[in-house]
């Protein structure tokens, strides 16, 4: 089994959940919830073909339509853990969201994590969210006025009619023993998940009608943005 730890980072520092965090014009930011899937991982080999790999739950069967939900309020979430074959790789890629298959099922007839329980339905159309982010920001002086850099809320989503998952690759040379048994933390980069939905990018072509709303427009930013911009990075 290959564990995965994810640890939230906001500038490099811990990103801790429920809590305010320092930041650098001496404001604060308490996340108030964070969460995202993961789906169809695959290990990364130099020459040959990427290898599909199995998620599995904690207790080591497999996840539920392959797919892991992260939320930063359950710590048992906080691994993501495949059935890896021992071997030398190059790194891992994943979608950040689910299948099409998935996102066009009513979430009435699924079962964990695809539920409305997991707060990731989609508000905005059908399906789900990908992921999905809110906080609060307070100003050094008391004031609520976030900077622009730094969202109140990203729902990122994706469509019912066509498949726009985003796949991350996360490059970083790894070996996992005869045993089959090796954990690698992996960083997750906050701020570069606001610097894609703050980035100057134009979505008019699909925000439109509900989709419009200011945490629909700054999901859909990195939702593009997202193979580009390093979120995710393995511990060395």
């Known amino acids: 089994m290959l564990s995965l730890p994810l640890e939230l980072l906001m500038a490099g520092q811990p990103f801790v959940f429920g809590q305010p965090n320092a930041l650098s014009d001496g404001g604060s930011l308490v996340p108030l919830n964070f969460r995202f899937y993961i789906s169809d991982v695959r290990l990364l080999q130099s020459k040959d073909a990427p290898v599909p790999v199995d998620v599995l739950t904690a207790a080591g069967v497999p996840e539920p339509y392959g797919v892991h939900l992260f939320n930063a ?50 508000p905005h159309t059908g399906g789900f969210l990908f992921l999905r982010y809110e906080g609060r920001y307070t100003a050094a002086d008391g004031s ?5 850099g730094i969202p ?67 999901g859909e930013r990195p939702r593009r943005e997202l193979p580009e911009l390093p979120v995710f990075e393995l511990q060395p």
């Open 73 to 122: 309020e359950d710590a048992d979430s906080s691994t993501l853990r495949v059935l890896a074959p021992a071997g030398d790789y190059t790194g891992i890629r994943f979608a950040l969201g689910i299948k099409l298959a998935c996102n066009q099922q009513a979430p009435a007839s699924l079962e964990d994590p695809l539920t409305d329980a997991s707060q990731m339905t989609w």
């Open 144 to 148: 609520s006025a976030a900077p622009a």
């Open 152 to 218: 109140p809320a990203v729902h990122m989503g994706g469509d019912i009619q066509q498949e726009l998952v985003p796949h991350v690759t996360v490059s970083s040379a790894f070996s996992i023993p005869a045993n089959g048994r090796l954990e690698i933390g992996v960083r997750v980069a906050v701020d570069q998940v606001f610097k894609g939905a703050t980035a100057d990018i134009d979505v008019s072509d699909i925000a439109v009608g509900l989709l419009s709303t200011p945490e629909a427009i700054a």
